[in-house]
């Protein structure tokens, strides 16, 4: 039997939104830039559920955002 671990974070808005690649790289889940950037457009990560392929797209409190097995809610 296989168990898929996910693993729960948050994190905290000082600004009205985030773009969705610099989130990645602020929860460290890439490791720059161009890597963040091509997760997005493998279809790697989702956004309240729904894969996601705008890198810029504007992460606001209350989304829940999902990259290999992690999950972060934007607070």
Do not use: P, S
């Amino acid at each position: 039997m296989l168990y898929l671990c996910t693993i729960m974070e948050t994190f905290k808005l000082t600004e009205e939104y985030i773009q969705l690649n610099q989130l990645l790289k602020a929860m460290t889940w890439c490791g720059n830039g161009a890597e963040a950037n091509a997760v997005i457009d493998n279809g790697l990560v989702k956004v309240n559920g729904e894969i996601e392929l705008r890198k810029r797209n504007k992460i606001r409190k209350g989304f829940k955002v999902e990259f290999n097995q992690q999950t972060v809610i934007v607070e």
